[in-house]
């Protein structure tokens, strides 16, 4: 393990989680005006809009595989504030966008530039933490970061009331210059010049075949990939169950900060226990967790309406509880093995489970038409197949030993 940082790492905690709480201001705040956006560029299709939210994961995920290496060869401060700089620029053609098209394309290209703070925040982690130790400052990390989900909706929504949607861009932009700024001038470089990769054509190369000698980090990578789709259908789909299904324009951003609480809650719970009780321990049982509140759902409400309110509430508040001790430590499982390669191993990672999550979110999204049934049900398959690849690892590391 490196040296800590000489700053307070309550700093650190909160500066790795602003890099990471960019993504979800540029989604979440987004997801009350995603009808008034789809009417400005012409689609009056409500799920087509669900492309705003989907596609800016697929440039999250092909971001990683070039500014991984990258950030291996030339250092972390450097390529994070490239990012930044693509950021900016894509976020200039979303507010210029005329048609469904160019708003996707500015999408992906503003998660193409927030792959890099995003994924190589997780590189600064590994760089300085190691084992239970890194699950630990991930979910403290993740848990200061839930606070973005909780307030986004509802800054979106008062923007979108009191100036436009395009104020909402604006916002974002403002935001990630100020995280821009206090990280360049307090952030020291963690990527030792000895670690550092010369850069050729066969980094990428030579990564993927130093990630595929570890099948707990392939393996938890997919799982993460199940989980992370799932999660997205979520993200995509939930502006029209509640505004279209239920009726609940107004509501939404709470209800919606409701749900990340859950996710909060249980992720500063994690970083209390993971040191105690291990990370493999503690993202079993959230898994076996998650599969059966997904698999009561679609068993009570098959083939019916929506449920009330009340009880839609009651079941996606206890699923997404089960996600603050997934994420941090699913990630951390796949990066223990490979933390001599954290930079390119991080962006093989994430692009390995956005590949599997975006056409999965966007095949499962399709179905939420008229109820909410698609989305657990796809929680129930996606964690369901998880859940039996966890069980197969658990095997594969006890005949290891």
Known sequence: MQEKHAKPEIEFIALMASLMSIVALSIDALLPALSQIGLAVNNLNTTDNQLLITMIFLGLGTGQLVFGPL????????????????????????????????????RILQGVGLSAPRSISISIIRDSYKGDYMARVMSFVTALFILIPVVAPALGKFLLDNYNWQAIFYVQL????????????????????????????????NGLKEVVKHKETIGFTIISGFITGSFMVFLSASQHIFEVQYNLVEEFPFIFAGMAIAVGTSTFLNGTLVVRLGMRRLAFIALILFCSVSIIYSFLFWSTA???????????????????????NLRAIAMEPIGHIAGIGSAITGFLSTLMAVPMATYIGGFVKTTALPLFFGFAVCGSLGLLLFLWMRNVRRRKR
């Open 306 to 328: 929506n449920p009330s309110l009340w009880t839609l509430i009651v079941f996606m508040s206890l699923q997404f509880f089960t996600l603050g001790f997934l994420f941090g």
């Open 71 to 106: 950030s291996d060869s030339f250092g972390r401060k450097s390529i994070v504030m490239f990012g930044f700089a693509v950021f900016a620029i894509a976020s200039f053609i979303c507010v210029a966008a005329t048609s469904l098209e160019m708003m996707v394309a500015g």
């Open 174 to 205: 403002g935001f990630g210059v100020v995280v821009a700024t206090w990280f360049w001038l307090r952030q020291p470089e963690t990527l030792k010049e000895e670690y550092k990769v010369k850069f050729d054509k066969y980094i990428f190369i």
